[in-house]
């Protein structure tokens, strides 16, 4: 078994070789800063800065005191990249899924720090969708699809009772149950680790929109004493039912 003082080198020694876990999302600008004395100057010393993907090692900029020189070497940095020959900062504008790696500064030949770079997409906004279930008749699903973290939010406290989907239809769906309050909402949140994004509410007076058991009956109970009462007058109230039978008599012949 591996002692804890073990663990706490070989954590350390994965930390050197990875080096600091930077996450960026795509578009973004990014700065990374050598570890130098507060008030200490790199002004008078080479600095080069180095991009590591897999096995590939480019230079990403470099000044070189001797020569006066400072040039991007790489395409994809070219136009991005800039260095501050004081304190030796790089900073990359306008990041993108190639930026993907690890970073690392040397300072008169001798490498000072490691940093590593993963840059992600942005989360897009999230859409609710509704499936009604057949039994019960106050029960729908909401379905907020996507690869990616899911955070549900609902404005009556409750805890919401939630359920995967499967393949190829990533994502969660929730058990929205009719509660009488037609201002009750729910919300989807997608997020990873440099963003998230909130849907449009769905509310309760949004998605039980037909008419209920009660509000037939509340419908209904009024009209059938409208047409009781009206059927009441015409056939109980004999000279002018009687008026009626006659005129249709008359009409036959």
Request: with cysteine; charged share 25%; hydrophobic share 35%.
């Amino acid at each position: 078994m591996i002692s804890g003082c073990c663990c706490v080198l070989l954590l350390a020694l994965v930390a050197a070789v990875l080096g600091v876990g930077v996450k960026k999302k795509v578009g973004s600008e990014v700065r990374f800063k050598p570890d130098i004395t507060a008030g200490s100057s790199l002004k008078d010393s080479s600095i080069t800065w180095k991009y590591t993907k897999g096995f590939d090692v480019m230079k990403v900029i470099e000044w070189d005191n001797d020569f006066k020189t400072l040039e991007s070497l790489m395409p994809k940095f070219k136009t991005r990249v800039a260095l501050d020959r004081t304190t030796g900062e790089l900073t990359i504008r306008d990041l993108q899924l190639e930026h993907t790696g690890s970073y690392s500064i040397e300072i008169n030949n001798k490498e000072e720090k490691r940093i590593s770079l993963t840059v992600m997409e942005s989360i897009p906004k999230p859409k609710l969708n509704q499936e009604i279930s057949s039994n019960p008749v106050d029960v729908m699903y909401l379905t907020c699809e996507y690869n990616s973290m899911i955070r549900w939010n609902c404005s009556n406290g409750e805890k919401p009772q939630i359920t995967n989907l499967e393949k190829p239809r990533q994502g969660q769906s929730l058990t929205f149950k009719k509660s009488g309050n037609p201002d009750v909402c729910c919300t989807c949140t997608l997020f990873n680790d440099v963003s998230e994004e909130t849907s449009d509410p769905l509310c309760e007076k949004h998605l039980f929109t037909g008419l209920s058991t009660e509000s037939i009956i509340g419908v209904l109970i009024p009209l059938i004493s409208v047409t009781v009462i009206l059927l009441y007058l015409f056939i109980g109230h004999t000279p002018f039912y009687g008026r009626c039978v006659a005129c249709c008599e008359r009409r036959k012949i």
